[in-house]
């Protein structure tokens, strides 16, 4: 496509029910990034993809969270037994890989996810 | 201070003023590079400087970057009510393109 996508653009879940939102970058971009950010704050990091794999996951902010990434493109981000400090926009970025530095990224609209 | 903090909060001028935003990092980087995001949803990339860049221009903006003092500023000239936006710089560690550390942004409103 065209530009990064995520879906769903709204999810509303309750307390201990499992997520799972999707990235889907764009066609050719060998870097994906997930980020969470909470009303009026700034990004947090979540998580970095370098084709299929992810140097490192100390970003994820507790076990409740995974993500996995196959065939380089389509990301998804689990979030288990989802608790009310989970409730932010997720934002999932791509971008070409840049040897001398980070690579332009690429925003979707990101995932307003709302735990009651 | 954070990595890739931005100074001020918030600004608030009038149209056709200029506005100036800082960040403030903390360590050794490769490029630093300014979003801005409207409505709280995905950040649209504006401009990249790369460390041993001083100034780069694209439009009506000007950033500027002085890796002695670890900061980095960007100017938006003559500004229009649809800059009324927030600002952010991000910034990754030397090569840890893993770490990728966006500041807490400054939300610019300008009034017509």
């Known amino acids: 496509g065209a530009g990064v996508s995520q879906s769903p653009s709204n999810k509303v879940t309750e307390k201990g029910k499992d997520v799972e939102l999707r990235c889907d970058p764009i066609?050719?971009?060998?870097?994906l990034y997930w980020y969470r950010q909470s009303l009026g704050q700034g990004l947090e990091f979540l998580i970095y993809?370098?084709?299929?794999?992810?140097?490192?996951k100390s970003g994820l902010p507790s076990d409740r969270f995974s993500a996995e990434r196959t065939g380089g493109s389509v990301s998804t981000l689990t979030i288990q037994r989802t608790q009310q400090e989970d409730s932010a926009v997720y934002l999932c970025a791509s971008s070409f890989w840049l040897a001398g530095g980070l690579g332009t990224q690429y925003f979707g609209p990101g995932t307003r996810l709302t735990v009651l | 201070s954070q990595q890739g903090e931005e100074d001020p909060q918030a600004l608030s001028i009038q149209e056709g003023e200029n506005a100036t935003m800082n960040c403030s990092y903390k360590?050794?980087?490769?490029?630093l590079q300014w979003y801005r995001q409207n409505s709280g949803r995905g950040l649209v990339h504006l401009i990249l400087i790369r460390s041993n860049e001083r100034e780069k221009h694209s439009g009506r903006l000007r950033v500027t970057l002085d890796t002695s003092k670890k900061s980095s500023s960007l100017l938006i000239t003559a500004s229009r009510a649809a800059d009324t936006a927030s600002y952010f710089c991000?910034?990754?560690?030397?090569?840890?393109?893993?770490?990728?550390?966006f500041g807490p942004g400054t939300s610019l409103s300008v009034i017509p």
């Open positions: 066609s050719g971009h060998t870097a």
């Open positions: 991000a910034t990754a560690p030397g090569t840890s393109y893993d770490k990728v550390i």
């Open positions: 360590t050794s980087i490769n490029n």
């Open positions: 993809f370098q084709g299929n794999s992810a140097p490192d």
